[in-house]
């Protein structure tokens, strides 16, 4: 809907009121991750990205394509 500022806050509170949520931190990381890049903030993009793939470092081979994408971006964030 184009709320990202709105979006952000509401990822940023993932896990921090119960447990259930936590299945939804990792993804959570990853969006932050893709809205802050389209923000056009690439630092905060980065460390969502590599929140993300710390999370998901071990994860089930049917997530693995996630996590390549996801690899793509925080190098190509990363490069000079």
Not at 2 to 9: C, M, P, T, V
Not at 55 to 65: E, Q
């Amino acid at each position: 809907l184009g709320r990202d500022r709105e979006a952000l806050a509401w990822y940023a509170t993932i896990a921090q009121r119960a447990a259930y949520e936590l299945p939804y931190l990792a993804p959570a990381h990853r969006r932050q991750g893709e809205i802050y890049e389209r923000l056009g903030d690439p630092a905060q993009a980065l460390a969502h990205y590599r929140a993300f793939l710390r999370l998901w470092r071990d994860c089930d081979p049917a997530l693995r394509p996630e996590v390549a994408r996801v690899e793509a971006r925080a190098r190509a964030l990363s490069a000079p």
